[in-house]
């Protein structure tokens, strides 16, 4: 387990984050190390955040989480695609989300931040975002980029591979989130598969289970 990875949080004592990595546990086991209820979503690579009130546990048709309810864990989960976690300092509001190429085209993000906004009215501007380890551009390759991703822009093409990063940097931009409240860890899955499970480089360890996980409470302070 890898505690406080983003340094951009050292300032809010409540938010509390960590990384589970190379290893198979369940939601149950990172909510014990974690102290907290764990919630997650299916992830289905589409663009609905679940907003999280009451005792539910898991939601199976989202790929993003908020909730304002102190000591709860929310879970993502991924083996290349990108995590981020999200909070909003003066609602107390914290999410993640789950964002592979699929969740770019369909707009994951942005959909992930009007929920905040009509359920909290919490502007983009405001809100604190960390970005876990994912594939670098290199490892991005496509087979025909155009088709595959029709509504990104060509810029962030290079050949058959594509800047997934950079697009999901854009995307929080447009939304409206500060430069200066965004930390990427540069970390990328595949060249690093020793320390993280890749999809692209690894794909039997991972159909057999082998997912990081990203896991966030607030705490009451």
């Known amino acids: 387990m890898i505690v406080n990875p983003f340094r951009l949080f050292d300032p809010f004592p409540e938010v509390q984050v960590a990384f589970f990595t190379k290893s198979q546990v369940s939601d149950a086991e990172v909510g014990k190390e974690m102290k907290a209820r764990a919630v997650s ?3 289905i690579h589409g663009d609905t955040t679940a907003i999280v009130r009451g005792n539910e546990s898991d939601f199976s048709d989202a790929d993003a ?6 000591d709860l864990c929310l879970v993502t989960r991924w ?3 990108q995590n981020f976690v999200v909070f909003a300092p003066k609602q107390k509001v914290i999410g993640v989300i789950h964002a592979g190429w699929r969740g770019l085209v369909k707009g994951v993000i942005p959909e992930h931040f009007k929920s905040l906004q009509k359920e909290w009215g919490i502007e983009a501007a405001d809100v604190f975002v960390g970005a876990g380890p994912s594939l670098c551009q290199q490892c991005a390759e496509f087979t025909d980029p155009e088709k595959e991703l029709p509504s990104i822009d060509r810029r962030f093409f290079a050949g058959r ?9 854009d995307q929080l931009k447009q ?5 200066d409240h965004l930390e990427r860890i540069v970390d990328c899955t595949r060249c690093q598969s020793d320390q993280y499970w890749s999809y692209r480089a ?6 057999n289970g082998g997912k990081n996980l990203m896991a966030v409470v607030l705490r009451r302070m």
């Open 65 to 70: 989480l908020a909730t304002g309810e102190p």
């Open 175 to 179: 939304a409206g989130v500060s430069t």
């Open 41 to 43: 979503a299916a992830q």
């Open 202 to 207: 690894n794909p039997e360890e991972v159909k």
């Open 161 to 169: 591979n594509v800047d997934l990063r950079g697009i999901a940097d």
């Open 79 to 81: 083996a290349d695609c």
